[in-house]
């Protein structure tokens, strides 16, 4: 294992909510993204989010412009019961794509566990999906994917047959089984039941791992225990010994903790706020190392690109943590 904080690239992507992106309060601030940013850039060269909303997806294209990285956002529209939310959403989405390079872009989530929250329904959800293609077609943009998010369970054909790529959210700790099987369990279901659904159509359109991980404390569920030797176990084999054609086209769930889902702690199921790589303030883990992948017979962790590291920006600031 490395030392703590040696960062190398590891992830293709990883899911990612700045701190303070709730309505009303939008807390969020350009400068923390900033931070947040150069410090996912050591990792990963591109980030998904879920919505629009408090200019969180404007503030990391502006990260990445001011920056200068060699770095994408897969940037979420939130799409719920509220129609005018969702059509605030989609307008913010439609003013970023104007104003940003394409470069900045890597695709388009419309949507996440929409279908699972019984919110929309699968026709009205494609039609969202539908609308923003053909905006994209209307700005002469034919190479910016668009597609959905949802729990495995929920991925039906008409999303296939509509969207460029769709994307399932696949979390081991909430089959129950053990972290040692827990990537096995992913590649399993991917397999056996998503790919099967993409056959019996004959299309192209992908099916990605749009969130997978494993918390790092906060207690059991069945078989799946949320501990720090659960979570380096996963970390190492998912990253180690699946598939190149997986890794490179998957969102590991997810950056930082996010303490505001405290919300949803129930007595002593406290998972929710423990997903991060990083802890809150950007830091390591305790007890967390990045894998070494020759211990497996993989030299490397994914056959994708490097993406150089850059300084934190604010390094040298005392106030910033």
Not at 111 to 131: A, C, D, F, Q, S
Not at 288 to 307: A, Q, R
Request: hydrophobic share 35%; glycine share 6%.
């Amino acid at each position: 294992m490395m030392e703590t904080d040696d960062l190398k690239f590891m992830f293709s992507g990883i899911a990612y909510a700045p701190e303070g992106v709730m309505e009303p309060e939008c807390g969020a601030t350009l400068r923390n993204v900033i931070l947040d940013i150069a410090r996912l850039s050591k990792i990963t060269g591109s980030v998904k989010t879920y919505g629009t909303q408090c200019r969180q997806a404007e503030f990391i294209l502006e990260a990445i412009d001011q920056l200068q990285l060699n770095f994408t956002l897969s940037m979420g529209v939130w799409i719920g019961s509220d129609e005018a939310t969702n059509q605030a959403q989609l307008h913010v989405m439609k003013d970023l794509i104007k104003r940003y390079p394409r470069k900045y872009f890597r695709s388009i989530f419309i949507g996440n566990e929409v279908i699972y929250r019984k919110e929309k329904t699968v026709p009205e959800l494609m039609g969202y999906v539908r609308e923003a293609k053909n905006y994209l077609l209307s700005l002469n943009i034919t190479d910016l994917p668009v597609g959905v998010s949802e729990i495995g369970s929920q991925i039906t054909k008409e999303m296939l047959l509509d969207c460029d790529f769709v994307g399932a959210n696949v979390h081991p700790f909430f089959g129950g089984v053990d972290a040692q099987f827990g990537t096995r369990w992913v590649l399993d279901y991917y397999h056996n039941q998503l790919l099967p659904l993409k056959e019996s159509i004959n299309t192209t359109t992908e099916i990605i791992i749009s969130e997978v991980g494993w918390p790092y404390q906060g207690g059991e569920f069945i078989r799946s225990v949320a501990g720090s030797w659960e979570y380096q176990q996963f970390l190492n084999d998912w990253l180690c010994t699946s598939p190149a054609n997986i890794l490179n086209n998957c969102f590991y769930f997810e950056a930082f903790d996010e303490p505001w889902k405290r919300i949803w702690w129930d007595n002593d199921r406290t998972w929710e706020t423990e997903w991060g790589f990083f802890t809150s303030d950007r830091k390591m883990k305790k007890h967390i190392y990045i894998p070494d992948c020759s211990k497996y017979g993989n030299p490397s962790l994914v056959d994708f690109e490097y993406i150089e590291e850059v300084e934190d920006p604010y390094a040298n600031d005392e106030d910033h943590d």
